[in-house]
């Protein structure tokens, strides 16, 4: 194999890793700002009150991570409360 092939060989394959990371880490950071952004109608103060209001397990929910490039109606969605929630 000529050093031309190899050098054009390794220039794709890194081409190709980066790609890969690349999509990876934008795919990551869609999917942890857009779960934020499903917003209850009804949030609760506490998880027994959560519980009984709804038959159903409760968790907290709460949005404490806004990256500075970003606004906190991006990340977590115009309408977003800190509270307990029924797990869907």
Known sequence: MSLIKIFIT??????????GLLFAVHDISQASTSTN?????????SETECVQATNKSCQFRTCDYVPDSKTFEEVCGADFKKGWVPIQ
């Open 10 to 19: 390794a220039i794709v394959v890194n081409l190709v890793f980066v790609g």
């Open 37 to 45: 952004k499903i917003t209850p109608k009804k949030v609760y103060f």
